[in-house]
């Protein structure tokens, strides 16, 4: 192996130039693929933050909406409903809409998503710096980690919140008590507030329109620890009309547009990675054939077949380990310049896949010139053969 090795480093050292063009363009494919992965998993976090975080084990929806919480619409009267279903700990409701958040100095408008929820109930984020409301109505908001890192926003400052009512645009002064983590939900960062005002100042398509009952998009529910989320939720659906129950995942992955988007980006990823199998196979390919004599040259002297494909398999490691790191560290440079609002993010674990099979492509994609360097039959390569 020491000599197979020493082979390869060789040929590399001697044909720096080249093998380093081809480097970079295995680099210029590893931070497309890491790209890709950060875009995917950024753009999943955008829109499912704040369900992926939430303290419960299933939300309930209005049936026949595809779990869609844009379109359900749940009276609060079926929280006593849900609540008497054996193994329910706890519900509360949430409703969602959207709202901008308007500056008088002359900062850019930022779009939020307005999240109403019940104090101290399922569906409420921990507060990291401050204190949560502890009543469904009032001024106070609880902002999220998003919100205060892109505007600046701190404890005890005031808000203005545009929605539209009706055809008018009206405008509410709310007071920031709490922080959150960050929990983005549609691309927006949150704003959460307590129920009854959320109600209130939610896009409405009549100006002061009041409703005869209060509704939900969803309602959370936390289980028993002892009970089965599964088994609970089959019996919300036997004992609560016209509802649907679904776990958190299968509740992110039925926000439209999202298991759509994460097909797309996987797929293009995974044509990524096919086109770097077939650039190094075809770059190595063509090397082995510019080289056939001196592997004749070789087996001429005795080095075995197991040596000679060592000593490929090395080179095609060698050069796709260099290339991979030059690109993550071209990614590791680009990433660290893209503005927060990008949603690009490097999660550890997708990084270290992409990594992972990004060096495997290398060997993989070089199987075919190692065939041929170790089916080299000396003396035709040496033309000695009759």
Same mark, same amino acid.
């Given at each position: 192996?020491?000599?197979?090795?020493?082979?390869?480093?060789?040929?590399?050292?001697?044909?720096?130039?080249?093998?380093?063009?081809?480097?970079?363009?295995?680099?210029?494919?590893?931070?497309?693929?890491?790209?890709?992965?950060?875009?995917?998993?950024?753009?999943?976090?955008?829109?499912?933050?704040?369900?992926?975080?939430?303290?419960?084990?299933?939300?309930?929806?209005?049936?026949?909406?595809?779990?869609?919480?844009?379109?359900?619409?749940?009276?609060?009267?079926?929280?006593?409903?849900?609540?008497?279903?054996?193994? #329910?700990?706890?519900?509360?409701?949430?409703?969602?809409?959207?709202?901008?958040?308007?500056?008088?100095?002359?900062?850019?408008?930022?779009?939020?998503?307005?999240?109403?929820?019940?104090?101290?109930? %399922?569906?409420?984020?921990?507060?990291?710096?401050?204190?949560?409301?502890?009543?469904?109505?009032?001024?106070?908001?609880?902002?999220?980690? *998003?919100?205060?890192?892109?505007?600046?926003?701190?404890?005890?400052?005031?808000?203005?919140?545009?929605?539209?009512?009706?055809?008018?645009?009206?405008?509410?002064?709310?007071?920031?008590?709490?922080?959150?983590?960050?929990?983005?939900?549609? /691309?927006? %960062?949150?704003?959460?507030?307590?129920?009854?005002?959320?109600?209130?100042?939610? %896009?409405?398509?009549?100006?002061?329109?009041?409703?005869?009952?209060?509704?939900?998009?969803?309602?959370?529910?936390?289980?028993?620890?002892?009970?089965?989320?599964?088994?609970?939720?089959?019996?919300?659906?036997?004992?609560? *009309?016209?509802?649907?129950?679904? *776990?958190?995942?299968?509740? /992110?992955?039925?926000?439209?547009? /999202?298991?759509?988007?994460?097909?797309?980006?996987?797929?293009?990823?995974?044509?990524?990675?096919?086109?770097?199998?077939?650039?190094?196979?075809?770059?190595?390919?063509?090397?082995?054939?510019?080289?056939?004599?001196?592997?004749?040259?070789?087996?001429?002297?005795?080095?075995?077949?197991?040596? #000679?494909?060592?000593? #490929?398999?090395?080179?095609?490691?060698?050069?796709?380990?260099?290339?991979?790191?030059?690109?993550?560290?071209?990614?590791?440079?680009?990433?660290?310049?893209?503005?927060?609002?990008?949603?690009?993010?490097? *999660?550890?674990?997708?990084?270290?896949?992409?990594?992972?099979?990004?060096?495997?492509?290398?060997?993989?994609?070089?199987?075919?010139?190692?065939?041929?360097?170790?089916?080299?039959? %000396?003396?035709?390569?040496?033309?000695?053969?009759?």
């Amino acid at each position: 192996m020491k000599l197979a090795f020493f082979l390869a480093f060789q040929e590399v050292w001697r044909n720096r130039g080249r093998f380093l063009l081809f480097s970079l363009v295995i680099a210029l494919i590893t931070t497309l693929v890491l790209f890709i992965a950060a875009l995917s998993e950024g753009l999943a976090l955008a829109n499912k933050e704040y369900l992926e975080k939430i303290n419960a084990q299933l939300l309930v929806f209005q049936k026949n909406v595809d779990l869609s919480a844009a379109v359900s619409r749940l009276s609060l009267s079926k929280i006593n409903d849900i609540r008497r279903v054996e193994g #329910v700990a706890a519900v509360g409701p949430i409703g969602f809409s959207n709202g901008v958040m308007v500056f008088s100095d002359g900062r850019e408008d930022l779009n939020v998503s307005l999240i109403g929820i019940e104090a101290g109930k %399922p569906g409420a984020p921990p507060v990291i710096v401050g204190k949560s409301f502890v009543i469904d109505r009032g001024l106070q908001v609880v902002i999220d980690k *998003n919100v205060a890192d892109r505007t600046g926003v701190q404890i005890g400052e005031r808000i203005v919140i545009k929605t539209i009512q009706g055809t008018k645009e009206e405008f509410y002064q709310l007071e920031v008590i709490g922080i959150t983590d960050k929990r983005q939900y549609l /691309y927006q %960062p949150s704003i959460f507030l307590p129920y009854r005002t959320w109600e209130q100042i939610r %896009p409405q398509m009549t100006s002061g329109l009041q409703l005869v009952e209060t509704i939900s998009n969803v309602i959370a529910i936390q289980v028993n620890p002892d009970a089965d989320p599964t088994i609970v939720a089959d019996r919300i659906r036997a004992q609560v *009309n016209d509802v649907d129950v679904a *776990n958190i995942v299968t509740a /992110y992955k039925a926000i439209p547009g /999202y298991q759509v988007q994460q097909d797309t980006l996987n797929t293009q990823s995974g044509f990524t990675l096919l086109i770097g199998v077939l650039v190094i196979g075809g770059f190595f390919q063509i090397q082995m054939l510019q080289k056939v004599p001196q592997i004749g040259v070789l087996k001429a002297i005795g080095v075995s077949n197991f040596i #000679v494909a060592a000593a #490929v398999v090395s080179q095609i490691i060698l050069v796709t380990t260099f290339g991979v790191a030059i690109g993550s560290l071209i990614s590791l440079g680009l990433a660290l310049g893209i503005p927060s609002s990008v949603p690009i993010i490097f *999660n550890g674990s997708s990084v270290l896949i992409a990594v992972g099979t990004l060096l495997l492509i290398g060997p993989l994609g070089g199987l075919v010139s190692v065939r041929l360097a170790v089916t080299v039959e %000396p003396l035709i390569a040496l033309g000695l053969s009759s």
